[in-house]
């Protein structure tokens, strides 16, 4: 899969949630990974805010983010719009916007889905990068029990469960299995609130921009007539008998539903923090914006700390190219052939693997007492499996070969033993050009990386 942008810019216009600013924000195509950055052109010098997880400062009611060096460039109610281009397929996104908001539009994602499919996509020269759960991860808000639980799993999928204490709106469910429904299924879901919660939130000075026509609005506690036409006056809207429990909408429910799904909705908006598309399934119960960010957060954190992932090796699974395969492709013969087997190989990337015996013949001097892989052969194995991406590209790729010309940075993390099963991960750092490759590797034992290095390979025409 290629990383995607916008093929053209598309404008939406419309209230800001909380301020009741009148807003435009221009969505414009974005270089490779770049990922979703929000430009604030109303404050000098045109500042920039990333939309990840880390720049993430508030989430009382919408998600808010913010640049590091500078709190005042902000951004608020981010999650419809980042949930249209997450699950649209759109990896790379400037958007430029003149508050500290997005405009609320109609309280759902489905005018930028809709923005989206009208300008299309453009594939871009570079692989999309996943997120792949491996293990169980839990969330959890201790004070209220709320909970999301990601599995592995081949692809994406969400499961959200709501629950509250209102005899109008208590339980309710929504899952979405396959993401290219959720322009169909989940983005014309709009957010909710309880006519309870709208004073409160008035008396703190938001929801300025807030009617009938961009949220719904539950009335599940009796109140004095007086007091409600109080409310009503002061959001603008008619009076309602205070002894008639309900919805309180300009338009019907989309999805009998549709508070569940907008939840949903909500969730993938605050996982596209992560920065790249996740392959799990996701279990929400009662999930909020401060739970949705603590997970992406946390998947932050690990991706900062190794910003690769081991790649996924399945024995079980058939290699794309086996030892006699690859001695079609390589020279190299016993005892300097150090990859046995190529499990995946895109157009810029390989992976590769080498199993590490004892009946190494380096194990003899290195180190007769405690046996540990030079790192040199480390990097060699890792040259080895880029020399098969690059022949690869050649014809007739048994009439060249591929040299080392330079390596650089490279680190050793951890010692390789026999018993280790070394997984390579080579891409290009630039295109190939006059015969030279410039690669970034990194070796894999399990989920760690035990070593990486950057090199620069020439391929010669053998004689």
Known sequence: MKQSTLKEAFTVCGKGLHTGLEITATFKPAEVNTGYVFKRIDMEGTPIVEGLAENVIETQRGTVIASKSNKEVRVSTIEHAMAALYAMGVDNCLIEVNAPELPILDGSAIIYCNKIEEVGLKEQDADKEY??????????????????????????????????????????????????????????????????????????????????????????????????????????????????????????????????????????????????????????????????????????????????????????????????????????????????????????????VKNVTSNEPFFQGHFPQEPVMPGVLQVEAMAQVGGILVLSGVEDPERYSTYFMKIDNVKFRQKVVPGDTLVFHLSFMTPVRRGCAVMKGYAFVGEKIVSEAEFMAQIIKNK
């Open 131 to 352: 997120y792949v759960v491996k293990q169980r991860i839990k969330v959890v808000d201790e004070q209220t029990g709320s909970s999301l639980i990601v599995l592995p799993e081949d692809d994406f999928s969400i499961d959200t469960m709501i629950e509250f204490d209102s005899p109008v709106l208590s339980n309710q469910f929504a899952s979405l299995t396959d993401m290219s429904k959720f322009k169909d299924e989940i983005a014309a879901s709009r957010t909710f609130v309880f006519v309870r919660e709208v004073m409160p939130l008035l008396q703190m000075n938001l929801i300025k921009g807030g009617d009938l026509d961009n949220a719904i609005v539950i009335y599940d506690q009796p109140m004095n007539q007086a007091d409600l036409d109080q409310l009503a006056d002061a959001i603008g809207v008619p009076h309602k008998q205070a002894s008639e429990l309900g919805y309180i909408n300009n338009k019907p429910l989309v999805y009998n539903n549709e508070p569940a799904r907008h939840k949903l909705l909500d969730v993938l908006g605050d996982l596209a923090l992560i920065g790249r598309p996740l392959k799990g399934r996701i279990v929400a119960t009662r999930p909020g914006h401060t739970l949705n960010t603590k997970l992406s957060k946390k998947i932050r954190q690990e991706l900062k700390y190794q910003n690769i992932q081991a790649p996924v090796y399945d024995p079980n699974v058939a290699p794309i190219m086996d030892i006699n395969r690859i001695r079609q492709i390589l020279p190299h013969r016993y005892p300097m052939q150090l990859v046995d087997k190529i499990i995946d190989m895109g157009t810029n990337y390989i992976v590769g």
